[in-house]
């Protein structure tokens, strides 16, 4: 049987880590999606300054070209008046730099309307218009917009139905309408095109903004969860390894207080007292380690390591390993002791030291373990072997579901089940992974692959 260990946090989250990421996720984009709108109205209420600002420069020399003059002052105004809005905006008066800018050009196209008729179609300019007030007013703003909206569909509607029946319009010369009409068509055009490129563009920078933000925000929710994740699990952890450890020592120390004890029993006794606070040194240094990995306390520093630097620290670790066992460590990188792969020594050195003390707790006395190194098209495979009592399918697959598995060795050594949970960490910061085979009552094989230099 072959799984990829790993990890899985998500599906054992409490629901109040999920619940205080959700809050914290929550409030933050309600702030930042109202800066966000804010940013994207302005930006776009300048833009449309500047497209009025530009258009009426350019008809205001057509007007005078056609000899319209008074059209012409009436649209040069408008560049003024463009100007008091500019100031309302540069004061931060926003709200009402846009209410001015909406109504000074509504009457603005109106008087023009009035003043040329509508043979000219000059009434067409209210399209942009409202297109305008859809998208500067937004938000809270939305109401003020849709005022302004309907205001404007009014106006132009009735400039086109009922204007003429109402009032005396002038009547132009036809070519002059002609020419006059057509280039009002023009206009509008370019206008609305103008608008709507810078809408998009502008909606689109906002969209990246936001794809970016979100992207940081689900990133900041993963950390507080995996936070919230490992101060719980180190809590379990802590609740069941250590407590029936350091009972065993109160109580020892209890039995050594007892007057007339026997010096063999107080020997064996301290023998055991010894073993416990091992266990419970090791215990409390690998959870420090793994707590630092699972909040990215460790950096990951890849260097080109030879292989026969990492058989050498291999070879030490077997030289400290389990001596009350008797365990015969094999040690066999082959011909390739001048190979290289990319890594992080530190961190192999950990793996190893794991792998092999894990290895070496499910052997039998007299047992043997072997470390062997093999290239493959999948880089450099290093396998840790074992002959020991292997693993049933069921715990396999909760080996496999990320949960904290606490067993004992052959010789009854205590396990807290941290060990694994450290290699699969540094190894993924690798990019691989802790593979196993194993089959019970026969032993067991953890490898990883690392990439060749």
């Known amino acids: 049987m072959k799984v990829v260990y790993f990890s899985k946090a998500d599906n054992i989250l409490f629901k109040e880590a999920k619940m205080e990421g959700k809050l914290k996720s929550v409030e933050l984009l309600n702030r930042e999606d109202s800066s966000i709108l804010q940013e994207k109205t302005l930006r776009l209420h300048v833009i449309f300054m500047l497209i009025v600002v530009l258009f009426c420069i350019v008809y205001t020399g057509v007007d005078l070209f056609l000899g319209q003059y008074l059209q012409a002052a009436i649209t040069f105004s408008t560049i003024l008046f463009t100007g008091v809005t500019y100031w309302l905006y540069k004061l931060k008066h926003y709200f009402i730099s846009k209410v001015w800018n909406m109504i000074v050009l509504t009457l603005i196209i109106q008087l023009l309307v009035i003043q040329t008729g509508i043979d000219s179609y000059v009434f067409i300019y209210f399209i942009p218009l409202l297109m305008g007030n859809l998208f500067i007013f937004q938000g809270k703003e939305a109401k003020t917009g849709y005022i302004f909206l309907a205001v404007d569909a009014i106006f132009m509607i009735n400039s086109m139905l009922f204007l003429d029946e109402m009032t005396a319009l002038p009547k132009m010369d036809p070519d002059l309408a002609r020419i006059d009409g057509f280039m009002n068509l023009v206009g509008v055009s370019i206008i609305c095109i103008a608008e709507t490129f810078f809408i998009v563009k502008v909606t689109d920078g906002i969209h990246r903004k936001l794809t970016q933000r979100t992207l ?228 067991s094989e953890f490898y990883f692959y690392l990439k060749a230099a």
Not at 260 to 282: H, N, W, Y
Not at 319 to 343: C, D, M, P
């Open 216 to 443: 940081t925000l689900n990133l900041k929710n993963e950390q507080l969860l995996s936070t919230l994740y490992t101060r719980d699990r180190m809590m379990s952890v802590l609740s069941h390894d250590l407590r029936s450890p350091i009972a065993s020592l109160d109580s020892a120390a209890e039995i050594l207080q007892t007057d007339g004890i026997e010096p063999e029993m107080q020997k064996a006794i301290l023998g055991q007292f010894k073993g416990r606070t091992s266990s419970v040194l090791d215990l409390i240094d690998k959870l420090l380690l793994w707590t630092r990995a699972q909040t990215n306390n460790i950096e990951y520093t890849e260097r080109e390591l030879t292989l026969s630097e990492i058989e050498d620290v291999v070879k030490n670790i077997c030289s400290l390993s389990n001596v009350e066992k008797n365990i015969q460590f094999q040690v066999n990188f082959g011909l390739t002791a001048n190979s290289r792969v990319l890594g992080d020594m530190d961190m192999l050195e950990t793996v190893f030291r794991n792998l092999i003390s894990n290895a070496a707790k499910y052997s039998k006395e007299n047992g043997e373990v072997q470390i062997t190194a093999q290239q493959t098209p999948q880089g450099w495979c290093f396998r840790v072997i074992d002959f020991g009592v292997g693993m049933t399918s069921e715990f396999l697959r909760k080996l496999n579901s990320g949960n904290v598995l606490s067993t004992k060795g052959t010789m009854n050594e205590i396990g807290h089940g941290l060990g694994l949970q450290l290699v699969n960490d540094f190894l993924v910061k690798h990019n691989s992974n802790l593979l196993v085979t194993s089959i019970e009552g026969k032993g």
